[in-house]
């Protein structure tokens, strides 16, 4: 990317617009009954999902003009920088790997855990539409916009951190809202944060691919929903040390095999 336009970007404008947007929508979600929505996803969350858009779209215009604004949202389906297809298996199967990892510690420290595999088939289409537009929605702002000049620099892990601190404390309304507490919280955050390192490693590793992010990301929340549970058993929620511990190892082996400054270097080639 031309470094000029590098230079025009501010990710903290970005991150304050994207906060300001927010607050409104948080503010109202605590005065709304948001039980019986699908996925018990509440509306203003889904609404909130679009402000990384919004910020990323008028800061490029601000910057850029409207080519900006259309170079931008071309990138969502970029998927021809992604020059090594071998990349489609970390993109495709580690959100699946590691919510099997998950379920296998789960098993094995005999944690109470449903042996509910009815997973329902004909959901996954609609699941995979609905995240796929809010993870282009956060992607626009956080990799399109965001990530480039952070990378510049702060470096591959520290732009990493730096975005996802912000992205998992912007999730902090909604969990607060469902009554987690403090340590919960902690879980999340670190997680969060994990999965940030997974999909920079990713964009970095895919020509810089939007697309990837977007993909890789939706995946990572459709398997959520789909992973087994019962009406009594919900192991995502309940046993955050482990389903996040196991992102948070994923990040580190990612870190420790590609290299902190790029994320692109893997140790052994």
Not at 100 to 127: A, E
């Amino acid at each position: 990317m031309n470094n000029s336009k590098l230079e025009n970007r501010s990710p903290l404008k970005f991150f304050l617009l994207v906060y300001g947007l927010s607050i409104p929508l948080w503010i109202i979600e605590t005065r709304i009954d948001v039980k019986g929505l699908p996925l018990d996803i509440p509306i203003t969350d889904i609404l909130a999902a679009f402000t990384p858009l919004i910020a990323a779209s008028i800061l490029t215009y601000k910057e850029e003009g409207y080519i900006g604004i259309s170079n931008l949202f071309k990138r969502v389906l970029d998927f021809s920088r992604i020059t090594k297809k071998i990349w489609y298996l970390p993109i495709a199967l580690l959100p699946f790997l590691m919510y099997l990892l998950i379920y296998i510690v789960i098993h094995l420290i005999g944690l109470p855990l449903t042996t509910n595999f009815d997973v329902p088939f004909l959901s996954i289409p609609f699941l995979f539409c609905l995240f796929f537009i809010g993870a282009v929605a956060e992607e626009i702002g956080y990799m399109g916009y965001a990530i480039a000049p952070m990378q510049e620099r702060f470096g591959a892990l520290s732009a990493s951190i730096l975005i996802g601190i912000p992205w998992a404390v912007w999730h902090y309304p909604s969990i607060i809202q469902q009554g987690h507490k403090l340590t919960w919280i902690a879980w999340a955050t670190l997680g969060t944060v994990a999965v940030r390192v997974l999909i920079v490693w990713i964009y970095n590793n895919t020509g810089e691919s939007l697309f990837a992010c977007i993909l890789f990301h939706t995946l990572l929340n459709v398997g959520r929903p789909l992973f087994p549970r019962d009406g009594i058993h919900n192991p995502l929620v309940d046993y955050p040390e482990v389903h996040y511990s196991i992102m948070a190892i994923t990040a580190v082996i990612v870190v420790f095999l590609w290299g902190s400054n790029t994320l692109n270097r893997y140790r052994y080639t």
